[in-house]
């Protein structure tokens, strides 16, 4: 894994991005404090070529069911893209764009590329999937761990879904549309005119997630973090919500967080 390690500054925000580790954005601070959870499996990562949880490892392509490894027993979980290594392919004081070829054990060839470009207020992620060869289904998201604290009051999530996908004892989805409930949770919610969440720090940050996506997965239930995943269907959408990528269309995505002191 390549220990590569780009630092983006924008004013007081700086960002690290860790191309070997996942193509993941490794931390964002603000005036030197720091939003998103330390280590290697936190920060931002983005999950592709599928998003939360894969049923039994398991999508049907036409008569073919393909396999995924179980990397979350009894299912495969976030995509094959966050352990990988990423290259680099530009960068700049406030960009950087990375590449990442689809090997084993997705079964298909593509590429994916995710831009990460700062400013003095907002971070943008965008991210391309494309193929040269045959058709397959695909999803985007991103998976960031936001610090629960920043050393005052614990953060507020507000966000007004249209619906929410009722969860399974499994964690996936049952197919069901429900009322959205109050957390804890571990949930995908759907937004169809597109994800607008907020994070308040009272006293401290407000951070707006906003994304042309329609789903977003809110996950709270631990106790250092909070994450909010913008995401192009709900978990198991490669069954539920099939998306071909084909050589005329890529799939494409892209998620803004804004800030502002309070």
Same mark, same amino acid.
């Given at each position: 894994?390549?220990?590569?390690?780009?630092?983006?500054?924008?004013?007081?925000?700086?960002?690290?991005?860790?191309?070997?580790?996942?193509?993941?954005?490794?931390?964002?601070?603000?005036?030197?404090?720091?939003?998103?959870?330390?280590?290697?499996?936190?920060?931002?990562?983005?999950?592709?070529?599928?998003?939360?949880?894969?049923?039994?490892?398991?999508?049907?392509?036409?008569?073919?069911?393909?396999?995924?490894?179980?990397?979350?027993?009894?299912?495969?979980?976030?995509?094959?893209?966050?352990?990988?290594?990423?290259?680099?392919?530009?960068?700049?004081?406030?960009?950087?764009?990375?590449?990442?070829?689809?090997?084993?054990?997705?079964?298909?060839?593509?590429?994916?590329?995710?831009?990460?470009?700062?400013?003095?207020?907002?971070?943008?992620?965008?991210?391309?999937?494309?193929?040269?060869?045959?058709?397959?289904?695909?999803?985007?998201?991103?998976?960031?761990?936001?610090?629960?604290?920043?050393?005052?009051?614990?953060?507020?999530?507000?966000?007004?879904?249209?619906?929410?996908?009722?969860?399974?004892?499994?964690?996936?989805?049952?197919?069901?549309?429900?009322?959205?409930?109050?957390?804890?949770?571990?949930?995908?919610? &759907?937004? #169809? *005119? =597109?994800?607008?969440?907020?994070?308040?720090?009272?006293?401290? /940050?407000?951070?707006?997630?906003? !994304?042309?996506?329609?789903?977003?997965?809110?996950?709270?239930?631990?106790?250092?973090?909070?994450?909010?995943?913008?995401?192009? &269907?709900? #978990? *198991? =959408?490669?069954?539920?919500?099939?998306?071909?990528?084909?050589? /005329?269309?890529?799939?494409?995505? !892209?998620?803004?967080?804004?800030?502002?002191?309070?």
């Amino acid at each position: 894994m390549s220990n590569e390690h780009i630092t983006l500054t924008a004013g007081d925000a700086e960002v690290d991005v860790l191309p070997g580790n996942g193509g993941r954005v490794g931390g964002l601070r603000l005036g030197g404090v720091e939003l998103l959870r330390q280590g290697e499996r936190y920060g931002c990562f983005p999950m592709v070529p599928w998003c939360g949880r894969l049923r039994d490892g398991r999508f049907r392509d036409g008569a073919t069911v393909q396999q995924m490894p179980l990397n979350a027993p009894p299912h495969a979980m976030h995509g094959t893209a966050r352990n990988a290594a990423w290259r680099t392919a530009r960068r700049s004081g406030d960009e950087a764009v990375l590449t990442y070829d689809l090997v084993d054990p997705w079964p298909y060839a593509g590429r994916v590329t995710q831009q990460v470009a700062l400013t003095e207020e907002s971070l943008t992620l965008t991210m391309g999937v494309e193929t040269y060869e045959s058709s397959f289904p695909a999803q985007i998201g991103w998976h960031p761990w936001f610090n629960r604290n920043l050393g005052g009051e614990d953060v507020r999530v507000d966000f007004a879904p249209a619906w929410q996908e009722e969860r399974g004892e499994d964690h996936l989805p049952t197919g069901k549309r429900i009322d959205p409930t109050p957390g804890p949770w571990d949930d995908c919610f &759907g937004m #169809p *005119d =597109g994800v607008d969440v907020t994070l308040t720090w009272p006293g401290q /940050l407000q951070l707006k997630v906003t !994304s042309r996506v329609e789903w977003v997965v809110v996950y709270d239930e631990q106790a250092e973090a909070v994450c909010v995943e913008p995401q192009t &269907g709900p #978990p *198991d =959408g490669l069954n539920t919500h099939p998306r071909l990528v084909t050589p /005329l269309e890529p799939l494409e995505a !892209s998620t803004t967080w804004t800030w502002a002191r309070l």
